[in-house]
């Protein structure tokens, strides 16, 4: 199942008003270039393990043998 992602660029445009209420106007522009790149960041984020969680499954040396295998 392929999920669409949302396209904020609309809400963005929508809120733009309360933005500039907040930012600078030339910061709300620099926001409006960079929403496909944080957009983008979002998606590909790495996930936050707490180091228990790090420790027992991805440096699990009976799990995972070699350190090709850890990554």
């Known amino acids: 199942m392929n999920k669409e992602k949302r396209n904020v660029l609309p ?3 929508k809120e733009t008003p309360n933005l500039n209420n907040i ?3 030339d910061d709300v522009e620099s ?4 929403t496909t ?3 983008d960041t979002w998606t590909k984020k790495q996930i936050f393990r707490t180091e ?3 420790r027992f499954s991805v440096l699990n040396d ?3 043998p070699t350190k090709a295998s850890k990554y």
């Open 62 to 64: 009976f799990k995972h």
């Open 52 to 54: 228990t969680e790090m």
């Open 37 to 39: 790149e944080l957009k």
């Open 23 to 25: 930012l600078d106007p």
């Open 11 to 13: 809400l963005i445009e």
């Open 31 to 34: 926001f409006k270039n960079l």
